[in-house]
């Protein structure tokens, strides 16, 4: 049987992206479910940590984290 992959950390490598007035921080990249962990941050205060879509990220994200 295959080994599932867990995830992987990305908090070392500060990817962030900005979408209307809030600042999203990837954490953690979940490559079984394709989701990411992220830090949103609203005013410069962090607000929560919240699953989001890896289909949804910026296509200069997705080349930075490449999910193979």
Same mark, same amino acid.
């Given at each position: 049987? &295959?080994?599932?992959?867990k995830?992987?950390d990305l908090? &070392?490598?500060n990817?962030?992206?900005v979408?209307?007035?809030?600042t999203f921080?990837?954490?953690?990249?979940?490559p &079984?479910?394709m989701?990411?962990?992220v830090m949103?941050?609203?005013?410069g205060?962090?607000?929560?940590?919240?699953?989001?879509p890896f289909a949804?990220?910026?296509?200069e994200?997705?080349?930075?984290?490449?999910?193979?």
């Amino acid at each position: 049987m &295959a080994k599932e992959k867990k995830s992987i950390d990305l908090s &070392a490598l500060n990817i962030s992206f900005v979408v209307q007035k809030s600042t999203f921080k990837v954490l953690r990249f979940h490559p &079984a479910k394709m989701t990411v962990d992220v830090m949103i941050y609203e005013n410069g205060t962090k607000e929560e940590i919240k699953m989001f879509p890896f289909a949804h990220l910026p296509k200069e994200i997705k080349k930075i984290i490449k999910p193979n």
